[in-house]
Structures are given as structure tokens and as C-alpha cells.
């Protein structure tokens, strides 16, 4: 606390606002502005929703006697007064066409007043979050008299969230999406089915949440190959869906949501054995209580087709996301090898091996998706005996992947475990489960500096055109080891933080040192939010962040 007060009265002097991720262009005036209850908001003509935005957070700010820092829209270019009279301050949103790129913003202080210059929608709510950041924790509401002319570095930057090892509230779900939204993440990858359950009703298909949603066990912490006795599951409701895509729209976050297949479908194929190839000896599908690789693969049937087509079809019209992510990764071949009916396929196909039958079953999905107007985006295993015509390439192992289908001219979505898995320890591991059990990790390390320090664009692509087919990039939450939102917010935070710089910040307007000046503001908002993170300068606890 007293880091973030010291903080508060240096910062002019330092040339450092409080805004995570950095503004990319900085130019410093003189002293600050002070923003004082009485203050209006002014707006053009759709800017409506984002002044609301601004005027809801600027009445908690101000903390003024009145409920809502009023708001008034105003004709383009008008300086006369409208009903609201001629304010001794006001905060401006104002369209701007000229210069502007997609999701970009300015910001200048004229006098008393602010001006906030958009070239669309998404760039008026990042500027609010600037601003709003920007302002002390606590104290006056100074903002340095700056301008600040900011835009995204790269279109995707995403969060990944697994719900079919560990379901979350959707009013949980909520809280992210709103931390995302400040940290201008635009992307929240649904991962909505998995061998341990399957999280989203397909009325066509009950089943799948009947069956499909509820497995008979997890295993504890400290023991993965034990077993807790309970059944445990759950699932979400059309309606729900809903909500949260309407929430995230509401942020400028596309919710695009992964039905992964055709491996890590255990949930789907207990639920309708008949999808999966149930000519092999011993089949015996059901929704399994351990995590790992487990081998019940999708069958390259029609009737699976049939059945993919319709959940997708349900899919595209719940999520307006132009990408439904197919998964693709990790689809063990040995059920393919074992089956008769998946060999007399290859043979009829003239597909030499099942990696070619994997890229002929997604050849298949992506023309369904195709025909409703969407994109398939996988992990990068679908690379694997040839890429579908148009797919995006979600790159989790190595980075050659990525190279390689940039190079062939397919858009890529950095994901590496190297340096955006937030299910690792983000401190050193020993440390970590000498608090308890409850902290276990998947594994590995990956630090907060070690984000930071991440490069989405591969060093060989660098100056060339293929380096254009790098969207962006995005952290990943798997969820076997959290159980708990305390937990998912514990590993989540402050490495997001250091993600969605990023993605947002040019390479060359990036500082460590400060950025950690940065943090302290930010971290002292997560507390005051109520909400968990690991301190990456951890000073021995009288309390357990997990509880």
C-alpha cells in the first residue's frame, strides 16, 4: 500500500500512467486535471452505450452525493450549449474518422475538460478503461494532463477458459469478463467440452448433459490418480449461454466457444456410444474421473457427421463468433487402427495413415461450418495430415507450427505452454505446495517476468509478410487442478495482466521495470475488488489467498 501511494505522488514526475496495458503514444503537459462531482458527460450519436459505461464508473469514483454523473448527447462538431447547460467540466466522447484505426482512441485535455476521440465503438470503451485506470486508487481523481493517442498491437487477444473439468457460476464468469475488459482482452475462449464432462445443452441431443454432464469422480489434490468418491458435473443452459455472450458482447469481448473433437469426446460418446467406433474389442465408453489423453475417438460415421452437424448448428446459433474453435489436439489413433470400419474409410478415401483421416474428418466439419458462414480455428495437431483450406491455427507446442502455417499464408493464434499456460505455478513450485495441497499445479513453472517477456510473433518472421498471419495471442486456464474461482483467480492474476500487455503494447514502448512500477495500482485494485492473485513479490502471508 504504501508502494501505491508513493506511487500516486511521483507519477507525473516519473512520465508514468497507471494504465495496464501501456498506452503505445505518451506525450506529457503539465501538472494534472482533477475530475470533481458536477461533471457531465457529453456524447455523439452512438456513443451512447460507452458513456454510460464512463458515467457509471466515474459515479463510484467521485463518490458525489448525486447517483449518476449525468450524461447528454450532442450533434457532431456542436460546441453550443444542449439542456444540460454549459458545465464547468466535462469529459467529451466524440467521433473521428480521419486518422483513427479500428479499436484506437485519443485522448487530450483542453482546459478543464477531456476529449475522448474514437474511430469506433470498441476504441470509446478502451479509452474509458484507460482513463478510469489511469485515476488513483483513492484520493482525488487526477488525471495527468496527457494525451494519448493508443491502438492494439494485435486483432486477438484472448483469455481460454475450461469448464468441462471444472464447471464455474456464470456470475464468476462475469467478474473475468469484466477484468478482461479493463485489461482491453477482446477474445474469451469457451472450452465447453472435454472427457470429464460436457458443459452445454444441445436440446436436439439431451443426452450429452443428461449422461454426458456428470462424472462419478475426480481425483484430490495431491493424489491424480486417486479418486474423491462424488459425482460431480453440471452444465449450462441455453439461456446462460446466452447471458454471457451478451455480457461479453456488451465488454466488445467475442465469446467463441470449442467443441473439441475428434478425441476428448469420452463425455459425448458415453452419452450416444454409436458415435464412437464401437466395432473394436472391449467398448465401453463412459464419462471419465481421471484427466490425460483418453483414447474414445469420434468414428468417421455419417451418423457422427449427422450428429456433428446438427450440435454445431445449435452452436452457431448461440455464438455469433465467425470462429468455432474444433479443438483437433490430442485425438489418439489407436480406436481408428482397432476399428474395421474406420480402415474400410482410409481405404475408400485413399488415405494412407489416420493422421490423413483426422484432416479428412475436419475436412468435413469445416464444410459444415463453412455453409453457415464460420471459420474453423484448432489447435495446431490439425496440421496434422494436412490443414483445411482457410482453417486458423491455435498454437500450442512448438513454435515451428506456427511458422509453417504462416508461411502457407493460414492465420495463427499464439498460445504456447512456454509462456501463456496459467495453469503452471506462477511461483516456484516447492514453495507453492508447502502452503497446502490445494495449490497444486498441471505442472511446470511460468513466472510473471516470463510472461511479460513473451514475443507472439516468431524471431524468423519477423519484417516478413508472413508475420501478418500472427492474430494475436491469448492465456490459457485448464482447469484440472481448479477447482475453485479463488483458485482460477489466484493463477490467472496478475499474469493476464502482463498477457494483455502484451498483445495490446508495440514491442518497443515495453519496459519490465516499468511495468512493475504499474502493477502495484493494479494489484492494490484487484484487493479492493475482493479478488485473488499470487503476489509475484510474495512477503510471508498471515493469510491464505486460497481461503
Known sequence: MLLATLFTLLAPAQDVVPVIPKPNQIEWGQGSLELKPGLYVRFEEGLGAEARVLSDALSLRLDDDIKRVPISMEDHGSTAPDALGTPNQSIRLEWEDRVLGSEAYRITSDGNNLRILVHDTPGAF?????????????????????????????????????????????????????????????????????????????????????????????????????????????????????????YAAARHILVVPEIDMPGHMSAAIAAYPELGNSDIPGYAPKVQTHWGVHPYTLAPKEETFEWIDTVLGEVCELFPSPYIHIGGDEAPKDQWRQSAFAQSVMQREGLTDEKQLQAWFLAR???????????????????????????????????????????????????????????????NPKSELAKGAEYECIGGFLPLEKVYRFEPVPSELLGSEAATYILGCQGQLWTEYIKTWDKLEYLAFPRAAALAEVAWTQPAERDWEDFQVRLEPFLERLQQAGVRYSDPNPEPQTTDPLK
Open 365 to 427: 466439419v469445416s464444410k459444415m461450418l463453412e455453409a453457415r458462414g464460420r471459420k474453423l480455428l484448432g489447435w495446431d495437431e490439425i496440421r496434422e495430415g494436412g490443414l483445411v483450406d482457410g482453417a486458423t491455427v491455435m498454437v500450442w507446442r512448438g513454435w515451428e507450427n506456427a511458422i509453417e502455417a504462416a508461411r502457407q499464408g493460414h492465420d495463427v493464434v499464439m498460445a504456447p505452454g512456454s509462456h501463456t499456460y496459467f495453469d503452471h505455478y506462477p511461483l
Open 126 to 246: 478502451y479509452a474509458v478503461q484507460t482513463l478510469m485506470m489511469a485515476l488513483p486508487t483513492s484520493g482525488p481523481a487526477t488525471f495527468p494532463r496527457v494525451q494519448i493517442s493508443d491502438a492494439p498491437r494485435f486483432a486477438w487477444r484472448g483469455l481460454h477458459l475450461d469448464v468441462g473439468r471444472h464447471l464455474f457460476a456464470v456470475d464468476d464468469i462475469k467478474v473475468l469478463l469484466d477484468w478482461m475488459a479493463r485489461l482491453k482482452f477482446n477474445r474469451f475462449h469457451w472450452h465447453l467440452s472435454e472427457d470429464q464432462g460436457w458443459r452445454l445443452e444441445i436440446r436436439a441431443y439431451p443426452k450429452l448433459t443428461e449422461v454426458g454432464a456428470w462424472r462419478d469422480a475426480t481425483p484430490p489434490y495431491g493424489d491424480r490418480r486417486g479418486s474423491d468418491d462424488t459425482r460431480y458435473g453440471g452444465f449450462y443452459t441455453q439461456d446462460q449461454v446466452r447471458e454471457i455472450v451478451a
